[in-house]
């Protein structure tokens, strides 16, 4: 049995849709490498999006999301794509064992692909989520708040 989840971002002027799993890894991967393991303010557009999960539209600032993009594609997009995080929360959804299973809060996954979102050319986990950042990034680069 094969979940698929999206999640779809728009403004008035452009719109994209990104596979659930590869926004899940990044905010693992934020969260992780960049928040110390727990979620903070740096990152809370980003964070918040997890909201659209639950079926109802969202409204996030798209200047927040762009300036937590750019921070993102700067400081985590660099990392080899053997620092691969995946939290438990994650895991639970993927392994179909919600409410969360036991066991530390994220493991190094690295280069696996059972994920579907991680290929063998990619080497840096600005490959891993260039599917996401890039059109972020662009989407949110005009917008207002």
Known sequence: ?????????STSGSAFEVRWIVYALLRDNV???????????????????????????????????????????????????????LAARTRSVIDLQWPKITGAEFEIVGAQTRFGAVTPEM???????????????????NAGA
Do not use: C, N, W, Y
Request: aromatic content about 6%; overall charge negative; proline content about 5%.
């Open 123 to 141: 080497t840096t986990l600005g490959d891993v989520f260039t599917t996401i950042l890039s059109p972020l990034f662009e989407l949110t680069e």
């Open 1 to 9: 049995m094969v979940f698929l989840m999206s999640l779809s971002f």
């Open 31 to 85: 969260q992780h490498h960049l928040e110390g393991g727990k979620a903070s303010a740096r990152f809370s557009a980003l964070h918040g999006i997890a909201e659209a999960l639950g079926g109802k539209p969202v409204t996030i600032s798209a200047a927040k999301l762009h300036q937590e993009i750019a921070a993102i594609q700067e400081e985590l997009a660099p990392l080899p794509v053997s620092e691969l995080a």
